[in-house]
């Protein structure tokens, strides 16, 4: 773990050791105009015990923060960004005890819901149109949404504003909360492709 961050990082140093690897990431924050994030994608991975990597990134967040310092040159910590599947926060709760310094360090969580039809309506046209908008008929939006509509059925979102809801809570506008749908980028993407195939045969029939 170390390493892929020393290596995203640009640290020039070859060791093995910890100490040695973390030593070489504070002198390259300290010497950042701005405090840089480490972000772990599918960090529900790290949550298997014995926890070592997931440990060693805390340890690094906390060897190198200073939250109260009031100069940028004194606070050359590292933000944390952990994204991961519908299960990482509840990994966290089912593991509290054993992990229990990340209790207060955590800050902030967040659901996110995918693309929406407008999104995926709108990069479907502009692929299409070969980076202008394309006039999509009616049969042709349908045809796009049916291709990309995924149902997440570990997300709830409100049938009203669409916002994310916790599991047995109400949503703060009065709607109803209801399985997340969203559109998915690869089979979108895979949908694109296939049409500009077709296209591409029908103009070279023409």
Request: net charge positive; glycine share 6%; aromatic share 6%.
């Amino acid at each position: 773990m170390l390493h892929r961050i020393c290596a995203a990082a640009g640290t020039s140093v070859r060791s093995n050791l910890k100490f040695a690897l973390v030593q070489s990431l504070i002198e390259n924050f300290r010497q950042r105009p701005r405090m840089p994030v480490v972000i772990v994608d599918e960090a529900q991975h790290l949550l298997r015990a014995p926890f070592y990597a997931l440990e060693t990134i805390r340890e690094l967040r906390d060897l190198t923060g200073n939250d109260l310092a009031e100069r940028r040159q004194d606070s050359y910590g590292c933000g944390l960004l952990l994204i991961g599947s519908h299960e990482l926060h509840e990994q966290f709760e089912r593991n509290r005890f054993l992990l229990a310094q990340w209790r207060d360090r955590i800050q902030d969580k967040r659901q996110l819901t995918g693309m929406d039809e407008t999104e995926a309506l709108e990069i479907a046209a502009r692929e299409l149109g070969n980076g202008r908008p394309a006039r999509l008929r009616e049969e042709m939006k349908q045809a796009i949404l049916r291709a990309a509509r995924e149902v997440d059925p570990y997300t709830l979102t409100c049938a009203k504003c669409r916002k994310a809801v916790n599991r047995g809570e109400a949503c703060s506008c009065g709607g109803h909360a209801k399985p997340c749908v969203f559109y998915s980028p690869r089979k979108l993407s895979i949908f694109i492709d296939r049409t500009r195939a077709k296209l591409a045969v029908q103009r070279g029939a023409a």
